[in-house]
């Protein structure tokens, strides 16, 4: 079975949980905190996906991380995943939780990388015209690319919308070149 069906089946188990112990904003939130610990501290995760630690060491080294930093639903269901041999699977479980948090609770990522910052003005236009479309509560993530020279790209989950003048160019480019031939 491939990492990430394991880490969706574990993710929903944990959600059902979560749920049922009416603690899923609170888990939400653990799981952010250990995703975002993961990212800031690669070696925290070489340990958990090293076959070759102990589950005692790795559940020891979780506790004093994380115990009083989260729900008691959330260290269960590490030191769980840990005794199951599955402590690789930890950090895309966390990710998979929160994927379908955001399922559950109608929240659409999406992300807009323009030539220059944009204005207030124009990234609530964006989140108004992203909601519009979705039915969803937007959280609007900005990057500034220069390279675009102008315009910008949307990326709302698998769906992209492109008005960078670079990408115009390289598309006009591409026409000229087939024209020519």
Not at 20 to 37: C, G, P, S
Not at 166 to 178: C, M, P, R, V
């Given at each position: 079975?491939?990492?990430i069906?394991?880490a969706?089946?574990?993710?929903?188990?944990?959600?059902?949980?979560?749920i049922e112990?009416?603690?899923?904003e609170q888990?939400?939130?653990?799981?952010?905190?250990f995703i975002?610990?993961i990212?800031a501290n690669s070696?925290?995760?070489?340990?958990l996906v090293?076959?070759?630690?102990?589950?005692?060491?790795?559940?020891?080294?979780?506790e004093a991380?994380?115990?009083g930093?989260?729900s008691?639903?959330?260290?269960a269901f590490?030191k769980l995943?840990?005794?199951?041999n599955?402590?690789?699977?930890l950090y895309?479980?966390?990710?998979?939780?929160?994927n379908?948090?955001?399922?559950i609770?109608?929240?659409?990522?999406a992300?807009v990388?323009?030539?220059?910052e944009l204005?207030?003005?124009?990234?609530?236009t964006i989140i108004a015209?992203?909601?519009?479309?979705?039915k969803?509560t937007?959280i609007l993530?900005t990057?500034?690319?220069?390279?675009?020279?102008?315009?910008f790209i949307?990326?709302?989950?698998d769906?992209?919308?492109?008005?960078?003048?670079?990408?115009s160019l390289?598309?006009?480019?591409k026409?000229?070149?087939q024209a020519?031939?």
């Amino acid at each position: 079975m491939s990492e990430i069906t394991v880490a969706i089946r574990y993710a929903k188990s944990i959600i059902d949980l979560a749920i049922e112990q009416k603690a899923l904003e609170q888990v939400n939130n653990d799981m952010e905190f250990f995703i975002r610990t993961i990212k800031a501290n690669s070696e925290l995760n070489a340990v958990l996906v090293n076959p070759i630690i102990y589950h005692d060491k790795k559940i020891n080294i979780l506790e004093a991380i994380f115990n009083g930093k989260v729900s008691p639903v959330t260290m269960a269901f590490f030191k769980l995943m840990v005794n199951k041999n599955r402590a690789e699977v930890l950090y895309p479980a966390a990710l998979e939780f929160v994927n379908q948090y955001d399922v559950i609770n109608n929240i659409v990522k999406a992300t807009v990388v323009s030539a220059t910052e944009l204005s207030e003005a124009n990234k609530k236009t964006i989140i108004a015209d992203v909601q519009a479309s979705t039915k969803g509560t937007v959280i609007l993530t900005t990057k500034v690319d220069p390279a675009l020279i102008g315009g910008f790209i949307l990326t709302v989950g698998d769906m992209q919308v492109d008005t960078s003048i670079s990408s115009s160019l390289t598309k006009l480019k591409k026409e000229f070149s087939q024209a020519a031939i």
